[in-house]
C-alpha cells in the first residue's frame, strides 16, 4: 500500500506561509497560470530546480491553433480526434480548437515572438495535422521563446514570488480538500505552504525510461503527489514515445522535431532504403505511434539500432533558418543535417494520461488543480496530435483562474494534520542503481511494443522495491525515486489490464483494437484501485 505523506509530520509544528495560489511548477503551464492567476491574487511559483528549466523549454516544433484562414477549428478537432484513437473527450477538444486561437494572441501580448513569413505568422505542418497550423519561433526554439517570454513576466510582477529549487514533498490534505504543500527548502528547513488553490504544472515523467527526450527534472513528482492525495489518474498507459531522437555516440537523446519530417524530411533504413509506405498512407506524416512502432521493425529486421532521417534534398539555407538550433547541435557531434543522414531511433517524450482534470483543470480534491502535462483533460485522448500541448495548458490554464476566481475563501487551517507512519530506517541501498535498473525494466516490460508476460514480469520486478514507502525517506532522491516508482507500478498495471492496442500502447498478445469493450478510460486512485469510464468521444 502506497502512503498518503512520504514523510512524518506534524503541521501545527511547521512554519506556514500563506499565499492565495500555489503553483508548482514551471513550464509554460505553470508560467501561464501563475501570471494569470497575479493580476488578482498573490500566487508562490514553486519549481524544483530553475525557472527555466522544464520540458517547455525543449519543445522545438511549436504551438497549434488554427491561424490560417484556409483552416478551421473543425479540420484541427478532426485531426485531434482521429490521433487520440476513440478516447477523446469530445467537448475538451472543443474547448482547444475554438480557444487556442485566443491563447496564442495572449502568449504574443505576454511577449513571445512567433516566427513571421512576408509580415504574417509563419506556419508549418507536422504529422496528423491536415493543415498548416504549427506556429514557432527562432525555427526550432519554440518552447524556449515561450518561456523566455512568461519567466520575464513572473520575474518582474509583484504579486508573483518563485521559490527555486525547492522541493514538494507532498500535498496537505484535510477532508479531501487541498490545503496546500509540505515543502523542503534548500536548507533543509520543511515549511507548509498554505494557499486557497494549489496548481499542479509539474510537467510528465519521461525519466521513467533510460531513453528520453525529457530533462532530468521530468521524473512524475506531480501524478505521484497526486495520486497520494486522492485525486483520480486516468490513462497511466498511453505514453508517447517520439519516434526521432538522435542517437550518436557521445551525443545526448537529442529531440529531432517533428517539424523536420513536416518540412519533407524522408526516413530510410541502415540500408537506405526508405521504409514508411509499408506502414501507413501518410508516411512519415502518420501517427508518431506508427511512425515509432515502424522504425522500431525496420531496426530489428535489419539488425540495426537506429534509422536514418534524410533532408539532404532539401535547400542547405532553408535548413538551416528553419532549425538552427537542430543543425548547430548536430554540428556539435560531427553530423551536418544538409548533408548527412541524421541516425535516430524512439525515446519516451510525452505522457498521454495524468491527473483527471474538468473542463476548467479541476481534480477529483477540492481546491487542488492540474494542468500541462500532468493533467488529463481528454484532449489528447490515446495519442497526442503533434504540438496541441502547448495550445492545451494556454486554454486549461485560463479556465482554471476562471474557476478559481470563484472558490470561497478557505476556512480550515490545516494546523491539526499530522502523519506518523512508524517508518523504519533504510536498509543501505543505491539510489543510482535503483533508478537506473527501473529504466531499465520500463524499457524492457513497459515499451513501445508491451505483452501479458513483459508486463507481469515487470511488474514483479518493481514491486521488489515497494518496501521503500515504509521507510524512513529524508532526501530529495529518495523521494523523487519513491514518485518514479509510484508512477512506474501504476502505468504497467494499466497496460496489462488494458488488453487491445491503441494509440500509444501497443500489445503484441492484442495487436487490435477493440471498441466493443475497450473504448474507455482506466482510473486508477490510492484507496479504490483501478476504476473505468466510458469514453465521450463521438
Sequence with gaps: MIPQYLVDFEAS?????????????SGIAGLFTAIKASEKNRVILVTKKSMLESNTRYAQGGIAAVISEDDSPAYHRQDTLLAGAGLCSSKAVDILVNEGPEGVRELMKLGTSFDLENGELALTK???HSHRRILHAHGDATGYEIVRALSEQAEAHPNIEVWDNHYVIDLITEENECLGALVQRPDGQRVFLRGNATILCSGGAGQLYRYTTNPEVATGDGLAIAYRAGAVLRDMEFIQFHPTSLCYPGAPRFLISEAVRGEGAVLRNIKGERFMSKYHELLELAPRDIVA?????????????IVYLDITHEDPEKIKARFPTIYETCLRYGL???????PVAPAAHYMMGGVRVNHYGETSVQRLFACGEVSSTGVHGANRLASNSLSEAIVFGRRIIQRIEELPPRTRTGETVAYHGGRMAPAPFSLVERRLDLQKTMVRRVGLRRTAEGLTKGIEELEKHKAIFSQALHTRDQWEYANMLTCALLLAQAALAREESRGGHYREDFPERDDAKWRKHLLWQRDQGMLEEISDDV
Excluded: F, K, P, Y
Design 126 to 128: 507536422e504529422g496528423a
Design 293 to 305: 512502432r515502424a522504425i522500431v521493425s525496420e531496426m530489428e529486421e535489419t539488425g540495426a539500432s
Design 336 to 342: 551536418d543535417l544538409t548533408s548527412d543522414w541524421i
Design 13 to 25: 509544528r511547521l512554519t506556514v506561509v500563506d499565499t492565495d495560489v500555489i503553483v508548482i511548477g
